[in-house]
């Protein structure tokens, strides 16, 4: 258990489902920043994976649209070459190109690509 002086008041409502852990958790920060809404509108407007659940790129992009800043960190390399990560490249480009040769629905899904 950390210790009290590194713990934030953040207070998550109990997931609706098995599949909504993500949107879930999203809601607690909003609310931890003072940004009231619905967990049900959070879990509405939240991509999901065809068998349920979401990742964490679908939370990303709700928190930037909402003003929010987010940062992901990626193993994946798989999606992801490292050398994308210097300066100047564009990497929605790189991802677009990618999908006319990727034959794997859940990287399609993470890429928006679906």
């Known amino acids: 258990m950390l210790p009290l002086r590194l713990r934030l008041p953040v207070e998550m409502l109990a997931q609706p489902d098995e599949v909504t852990c993500g949107p879930t958790c999203l809601h607690a920060i909003y609310r931890y920043w003072g940004d009231e809404e619905p967990l049900a ?3 509405a407007r939240t991509r ?4 349920g659940g979401t ?3 679908f939370l990303a992009c709700d928190a930037l649209r909402r003003g929010y800043e987010a ?3 990626t193993f994946n390399l798989t ?3 490292p050398t994308w990560f210097r300066s100047g490249v564009d990497i929605a480009d790189r991802l677009r190109r990618q999908a006319r ?5 859940r990287l399609d899904d993470a ?4």
């Open 41 to 43: 509108g959070i879990i």
């Open 79 to 81: 999606m992801f070459d």
């Open 48 to 51: 999901q994976l065809e068998h």
């Open 101 to 105: 040769f990727r034959r794997d629905e």
């Open 55 to 57: 990742l964490a790129v």
């Open 71 to 73: 940062t992901i960190y």
């Open 111 to 114: 890429a928006g690509c679906a």
